[in-house]
C-alpha cells in the first residue's frame, strides 16, 4: 500500500497533461470523438414515402450526419477544448489528413474520406458540415458508394493514425462506429482477423470503440457476427465486467413516431463521457484496504461564460493577454508574492500569517474518502439534504481491480438497505466533511439505454449549526370538497408518463445567447425570437382542465365564505358580554351594544370611516374599532394600531 500512497501523492501533485483546473477548481477531462459512419447502399436507401409528421424522411448515413452535426453544435458550447471528427467509410472518394482525394496519401486508406479532421470544431467545420447536411445536391456528389467492400482493418488503422498525430496525450479518446452491416467479412477469415487486431491496437492505445448499429426492416443486426471480436468490454483489466450494450436503432418503414436521428441522438448522449471530474481519490474501506474513485457533478448551474477578452482596435479582432501586478500604495513599486502576509482581526489586534502557516491550518489530512460506519438507509432525515451530492464511480487508474471490490460494496449496500458514514475530503484545503454514501441503482430508459449508471451518492451531511428550526405556522386544512376538485384538475394536467425530463425544456435564455453567438460565428442571418420551450401551452390547458377549474374556484370561493363567517361568529360570541336569561330577573341593568351592519363596534360605518381618513384622523380610533372594520373588509386584523391604520389607509387609497 506504501507503493499506492506515494502514487497518490505524485499524482495530485502533477496533474495529467489532458486535464485542466477550471476557475471552480475542478478537473476537466478533454474528450476526443471521431465518427466513423458507413456510407454503404443500405445507408443510403431513404425510407418510403409517409403521411406521418414522425416518419422518416433521411437515409440512415445522413442521419448519422445530422447528428454529428447536432453534436458538433452543443459541443462548441459546452465543451470548446473537445476534439471531434467525422470519417466516411465506404465511399468511392478518398481522403486522408491534409491530402485530396487524388493524392496519393488516399491510396493507403481506400475508401475512406476524412470529412472533417480530428481537431477543435472551428466555424469553417461547422458550416461545411451544415452544408453537406442541408444541400441534397453536394450530398450526393460526396455520398456515393465505393463498389467493392471496404476493410475493416483499413478503416481501424486509419482511426489508429487519426488518433495517434492529433489526440496523443487525451486519456478519453472515442471511436463511434455507425453501421447497419453486422458482418462486413463474412467469407474472409484473413479480412477478419486483421480486423480484430487493429481493434486490439486501438485498445492498447487506450481508444475506446462505441458500436451504435442501425437494422433495417425485415433484418436485424447481430452483433456476434462480427462486433463481438471488435467492440470490447468497458474495463480490459476485468473480464468479467459487463460488454456495453447498445440496441439497436431501426430504420422503419412507416411512421411510427421515433425517428431515426432522435434513436442515434439518444444513444450517443447515453455514451456521453465523464465531464467535470471533481476529483479522484482513494476509497478507503477499511484498514489497508483501498481503492480508487472518481467523483463527479451531475447536476450544476449553467450559464454563460466569458472565457476570453478580445481586442478590436486593431485590424483584426485578437484575443487579448492580460496580467496583473500588485503596486505598494505608497512607494508605487511592484511588490513581489513572497512580500504578502495575510492577515486576521481579533480583538482589534492583526494577526498576520505566512502563506505555510495558513496551509498548516486548513490542513486537516490528505484528500480522502474513509468510511468510518454503516447505518440503515431509515436513519437519514430528508432535512439532511442541506448541498447537492456528487456521484463516485471506480477507476482502475491506481489500483486494479477496483470496479469488483467497488461492485461488491455497492451491491451489498443496495441489497441490505444501508448507507455508509464516511470522512471526506474532497481535495487539498478543503474543509473535511461527513457524509453519507448512498447507493443508487442503474436506471434504463425504454429502448435500453443506460440513463444513469450504479454508484454511490456521497451526501455531504450537516453540522449542527447547519440546522435551523422552521418557525411554526398556523395550517388551515382544506375540505374534502376542494381536494376532490383539484384531484380532477392535475390528474388532467398529468405530463406523459407522469415523468418530468428536464431536457425536454432548455434553458430559453441561456439558448437564445448562444443562438446568437452562433449567428455571428457562421455569418447567418440573426434570428428574430427565441425558442421558449418553457410558455405553458394555454389552449390546450383550458380545453383540457378549464371547467374544472372554474368549477374548483367557485367551490373555494363558497368555502371561504363560509370559514370568514365562521370565525365572525365565533369573535363575536367570545367578544358579547353574558346575558341573564332567568324570566324573573327582570330586564337588563345595561343594554348589550349591537353591531349594525356595515359598522365597528362604536357605530362606525364606511362613511365616516372615508371621512377620517380624508381628515387624517385614522389613527384617532381605537383599536377595537379598527379591529372590528379591517374584519368586516375580510382584511387582517394583527399587529400593532400602527399596521391597523395602515391597513386601513391602504384600502382607501387603492380605491
Known sequence: MADSDDK??????????????????YKTVKDAVLFA?????????????????????????LAALKCAYQLMQQRIISNPNDMMGILLIGTEKSKF????????????????????????????????????????????????????????ANVLFCANQIFTTKAPNFSSRRLFLVTDNDNPHANDKALRSAAAVRARDL????????????????????????????????TASDPDAPAPLTQAAKTSSSGDGITLLQSLLSAIHSKAAPRRALFSLPFEIGPGLKISVKGYILLKRQEPVRSCYVWLSGETAQIAVG????????????????????????????????????????????????????????????????????????????????????????????????????????????????????????????????????????????????????????????????????????????????????????????????RILQALALREELPE??????????????????????????????????HVGSQRRNKQGAGAKRVSVDPEAGPPSKKVRTVAQGKGAEGVGDEEMRRNFEKGAVGKLTVPVLKDWLGGKHLPVAGKKADLVERVEGWFENR
Open 97 to 152: 489528413q491534409g491530402e485530396d482525394e487524388n493524392s496519393r496519401g488516399g491510396l493507403a486508406y481506400p475508401h475512406c474520406y476524412l470529412l472533417a479532421d480530428l481537431d477543435v470544431p472551428s466555424a469553417t467545420d461547422v458550416k461545411r458540415l451544415r452544408d453537406l447536411v442541408e444541400d441534397e445536391e453536394e450530398a450526393e456528389k460526396l455520398l456515393v458508394p465505393s463498389k467493392e467492400p471496404v476493410s475493416m
Open 37 to 61: 459512419i458507413d456510407v454503404s447502399s443500405s445507408m443510403l436507401e431513404r425510407p418510403p414515402p409517409s403521411d406521418d409528421k414522425k416518419a422518416d424522411r433521411d437515409s440512415a448515413t
Open 203 to 234: 485498445y492498447d492505445l487506450g481508444v475506446i470503440i462505441e458500436l451504435f448499429p442501425i437494422s433495417r426492416p425485415g433484418h436485424g443486426f447481430d452483433r456476434a457476427k462480427f462486433y463481438d471480436d471488435i467492440v470490447y468490454r468497458t
Open 323 to 514: 496580467s496583473s501586478t500588485q503596486i505598494a500604495e505608497d512607494t508605487a513599486r511592484a511588490v513581489e508574492k513572497t512580500e504578502i502576509r495575510k492577515a486576521y482581526r481579533f480583538g482589534g489586534e492583526t494577526i498576520s500569517f505566512t502563506k505555510e502557516e495558513i496551509a498548516s491550518i486548513r490542513h486537516f489530512g490528505d484528500p480522502v474518502i474513509r468510511i468510518i460506519g454503516f447505518k440503515p438507509m431509515s436513519m437519514l432525515p430528508i432535512w439532511a439534504s442541506t448541498r447537492a451530492p456528487m456521484f463516485m464511480y471506480p477507476t482502475e487508474t491506481d489500483y486494479i481491480s477496483s470496479t469488483r471490490v467497488f461492485a461488491a460494496l455497492h451491491a451489498k449496500l443496495l441489497a441490505d438497505s444501508k448507507m455508509a458514514v464516511a470522512w471526506f475530503i474532497a481535495r487539498r484545503n478543503a474543509s473535511p466533511v461527513l457524509a453519507a454514501l448512498v447507493p443508487g441503482g442503474e436506471k434504463l430508459s425504454d429502448s435500453g439505454d443506460q440513463l444513469m449508471p450504479p454508484g454511490l451518492w456521497i451526501l455531504p451531511l450537516p453540522f449542527a449549526d447547519d440546522i435551523r428550526q422552521t418557525p411554526e405556522t398556523t395550517l388551515v386544512r382544506a375540505p374534502d370538497t376542494l381536494i376532490d376538485l383539484m384531484r380532477t384538475v392535475m390528474q388532467q394536467l398529468q405530463l406523459p408518463k407522469a415523468v418530468y425530463d428536464p431536457a425536454r425544456y432548455p434553458n430559453p435564455a441561456l439558448q437564445w445567447f448562444y
Open 529 to 562: 425570437m427565441p425558442e421558449d420551450k418553457t410558455v405553458p401551452k394555454y389552449r390546450q390547458i383550458d380545453k383540457r382542465a378549464g371547467g374544472y377549474v372554474v368549477e374548483w374556484g367557485t367551490e373555494l370561493e363558497k368555502e371561504y365564505q363560509a
Open 8 to 25: 497518490d501523492k505524485r499524482r495530485d501533485d502533477d496533474e495529467d497533461e489532458d486535464e485542466e483546473i477550471d476557475e471552480s477548481g
